[in-house]
């Protein structure tokens, strides 16, 4: 009866995946494929003779509006953008989780409550005043002005999984600390950084996936020479000369998709472990 149910219990896991994975089997196969095998074959089909001339296209002719010269510059943006934008938001975050719940003072639970309304605030609430401001500070159409959008909108996050860590880590590492003469940048970097690899591996996940992701901040914030590769992606998708390339399409929906597929496949278990060591206690 045991091994019944754990035969059930595995098959129906095996089915969700296979669904789960299904939409990602179709991308692959079908950007493999040449026009005529899409239009002939059926949609499950793997690719008579694999070709990777879609993903060529994609990424360096494929015309997105006016201009064809692939998603390579959209990808590059996205780069430029993600990289610095995660940083900042995380160290940022990681030094108001340190002060919130090692150094509080009076009202720090009040800001720290205010911190999480950006948690659950929706984005297009703050399209408006965040445009004024970037056009008042002249970064309006730049990436680094969607550095800063994305550093202010992931800083409640980053704050709340900081704070909600080292609330678990023992007060009297920081009281010997300062006993011994250390002060606040000091036990920071020497005692409570080294001690924060598993929500650090959480956040850097967590700020890529959504700041890579972002669609609407980027076509709001940006522009066309700064777009990111959503915003790139959904004008090739939307851009038709004479015949729908869908594997051109795939291709690039594929390329866009990469780099956050590549940072589960590595990271994936340390981003559970990192969850499970605290980052979403109390």
């Known amino acids: 009866m045991k091994h019944l149910h754990r035969f059930f219990l595995l098959g129906a ?5 296979g669904l789960f994975l299904a939409p990602l089997y179709v991308m ?3 950007s493999l494929k040449d026009m005529d095998q899409i239009r002939a074959g059926g949609l499950l089909d793997l690719p008579s003779d694999p070709s990777l001339a879609a993903w060529s296209k994609a990424w360096s002719s494929a015309c997105t509006g006016t201009d064809c010269g692939g998603l390579k510059p959209f990808f590059m943006n996205s780069i430029a953008m993600v990289v610095p934008a995660v940083l900042i938001s995380t160290v940022l975050g990681a030094l108001n989780g340190y002060v919130l719940s090692k150094w509080r003072f009076r009202g720090s639970e009040l800001i ?14 703050v399209l408006l005043p965040m445009s004024q401001v970037l056009g008042w500070l002249g970064l309006s159409t730049s990436v680094w002005g969607l550095v800063l959008v994305h550093v202010l909108a992931g800083l409640p996050s980053t704050t709340l999984f900081f704070r909600n860590y080292y609330v678990g880590l023992p007060d009297e590492l920081v009281k010997a600390a300062m006993i011994d ?4 940048w000091r036990i920071f970097w ?3 950084l080294p001690l924060s690899t598993p929500i650090l591996v959480v956040t850097l996940i967590w700020q890529f996936t959504q700041i890579w992701n972002d669609f609407l901040y980027g076509v709001v914030f940006t522009g066309a020479e700064a777009k990111p590769v959503t915003v790139g992606l959904n004008n090739l998708a939307n851009t038709t000369a004479n015949v729908k390339e869908y594997n051109v399409d795939m291709a690039a929906a594929m390329i866009a998709a990469l780099p956050t597929l590549a940072v589960y496949i590595i990271a994936g278990k340390y981003f559970v472990r990192g969850l499970t060591a605290g980052a979403v206690k109390g």
């Not at 720290?112 to 609430?125: D, R, S, Y």
């Not at 003469?181 to 606040?184: I, N, Q, S």
């Open 112 to 125: 720290f409550g205010l911190m999480l309304f950006g948690v659950f605030m929706p984005m297009q609430v």
């Open 190 to 192: 020497r005692i409570v």
């Open 13 to 17: 896991l095996a089915l969700f995946a």
């Open 181 to 184: 003469g250390a002060g606040f």
């Open 28 to 30: 692959v196969v079908t």
